[in-house]
């Protein structure tokens, strides 16, 4: 594994991305080529990815706010094929299971916003120490919001992949562009990411 990048692949799941999702995100479709290009590039580099996943209950508190989707095990729920690599580990909600050794991609179960409410992601994070975070996913006003400001938090250089991220409304997407922005993250295009590593 090329232990120094991790790739932080959010939410990248059918009820979000396609148009007719459950909760399609605007726009979310037009990313599919971006993603395709950052798994490809990170399997070929050995980038590790840390993918999160909701993965609902029939019954989940957060469909008092946005209706159902990704129910656990639906054709929704399931992850692009275009975000996959070959093998993925997948960690439950509970956060057990997480493998000693540094999967090529690590699937982390989840049923709020942010990822770091799976244990696991702060197990991961301490036992496998990436250098710098490289964010992509939706929503970016929600899910990548917080993934984004748990990782500055926890002092790990962060870059947003501009052109591989979308969101619920303009206005709350332009809000954490400009939150990133302040906590010093840095953004980057596809384009910048595949280049960077293929020159260095
Ligand atoms: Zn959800």
């Known amino acids: 594994m090329n232990a120094a990048l991790l790739f932080v692949d959010i939410d990248t799941q059918h009820d979000f991305i396609d148009s007719d999702g459950k909760l399609s995100v605007p726009c979310a479709e037009s990313l599919v080529d971006s993603l395709r290009r950052l798994t490809d590039f990170a399997e070929r580099e050995g980038i590790p990815i840390l993918s ?28 692009l094929a275009e975000t996959l690599v070959e093998a993925p580990v997948i960690v439950p909600v509970s956060g057990d299971g997480l493998p000693a050794e540094q999967p090529p991609q690590t699937i982390v179960e989840k049923v709020t916003f942010s990822m770091f409410s799976n244990p696991a992601v702060d197990a991961y994070l301490d036992r496998f120490a990436p250098a710098r975070a490289v964010v992509y996913g939706v929503a970016t006003d929600y899910c990548v919001r917080q993934a984004v400001e748990g990782l500055v938090a926890r002092a790990i250089p962060v870059t947003v992949v501009v052109d591989a991220i979308a969101g ?13 922005g302040r906590a010093g993250v ?8 595949v280049a960077d590593r293929a020159s260095a």
């Open 52 to 79: 999160s996943a909701d993965a609902h209950g029939p019954d989940d508190p957060e469909f008092a706010q946005f209706p159902p989707h990704c129910l656990a095990g639906s054709k929704g729920q399931r992850k």
């Open 168 to 180: 619920v409304t303009a206005e709350g997407s332009r809000a954490a562009l400009e939150a990133f």
């Open 186 to 193: 840095t953004l980057a295009t596809t384009d910048e990411v």
